[in-house]
T-cell receptor
Framework: GENVEQHPSTLSVQEGDSAVIKCTYSDSASNYFPWYKQELGKRPQLIIDIRSNVGEKKDQRIAVTLNKTAKHFSLHITETQPEDSAVYFCAASRYSGAGSYQLTFGKGTKLSVIP | GAGVSQSPRYKVAKRGQDVALRCDPISGHVSLFWYQQALGQGPEFLTYFQNEAQLDKSGLPSDRFFAERPEGSVSTLKIQRTQQEDSAVYLC?????????????????FGEGSWLTVV
């Protein structure tokens, strides 16, 4: 099955600095890589995703890069703000036919943005 | 309703008690997932439905866990004879049909979760 490793487990940055979170995956058939933000006691919320036919995607202060050869993908947050503080999860997904697919999540990165 | 709705939000069960957790997915979403999230961990897959068919239950940790979606809409996750290690947040998620909204073919949307504490 798929295995997703995520680093670092905790990350503290000063407000305005950039934050980078990295993930690796094991299953070369995985083709969809979302990132979720989860605030304490809240649901995971999709913030950005990338598919295997794209190398980079950007949405305002958030960008994701994907290296299929190396099987790793990264989340970049620029100009961090205190409200970016949360736990971020990467995930990898593959479609296995017969309508069945599932996401495998990393263990999460707790991001703290210091004002 | 705008999002995935789960109930109860919080449940305290005595060890050995049976519990049932309910999920109302987003209207029109044929795919429904259950995940288990232990404290400080990422969500872990439990089971997947497409309409009423349970296509994947490989993540269910034991035969005490059972899920159903009899009419292809609301789903219930049942845990029999609860044990302390079952304490976790149980997240339900749904997704639109693959290819139906192509740009978001397999984006999943989570509910707020049901927090289960077994004492």
């Amino acid at each position: 099955g798929e295995n997703v490793e995520q680093h670092p487990s905790t990350l503290s940055v000063q407000e305005g600095d950039s934050a980078v979170i990295k993930c690796t995956y094991s299953d070369s058939a995985s083709n969809y890589f979302p990132w979720y933000k989860q605030e304490l006691g809240k649901r995971p919320q999709l913030i950005i995703d990338i598919r295997s036919n794209v190398g980079e995607k950007k949405d305002q202060r958030i960008a994701v890069t994907l290296n299929k050869t190396a099987k790793h993908f990264s989340l970049h947050i620029t100009e961090t703000q205190p409200e970016d503080s949360a736990v971020y999860f990467c995930a990898a997904s593959r479609y296995s036919g017969a309508g069945s697919y599932q996401l495998t999540f990393g263990k999460g990165t707790k991001l703290s943005v210091i004002p | 309703g705008a999002g995935v709705s789960q109930s109860p939000r919080y449940k305290v069960a005595k060890r050995g008690q049976d519990v049932a957790l309910r999920c109302d997915p987003i209207s029109g979403h044929v795919s429904l997932f259950w995940y288990q999230q232990a404290l400080g961990q990422g969500p872990e897959f439990l089971t997947y439905f497409q309409n009423e068919a349970q296509l994947d239950k490989s993540g269910l940790p034991s035969d005490r866990f059972f899920a159903e979606r009899p009419e292809g809409s609301v789903s219930t996750l049942k845990i029999q004879r609860t044990q302390q290690e079952d304490s976790a947040v149980y997240l339900c998620a749904s997704s639109p049909p693959i290819g139906g909204t192509a740009a978001r073919g397999n984006t999943i949307y989570f509910g707020e979760g049901s927090w289960l504490t077994v004492v």
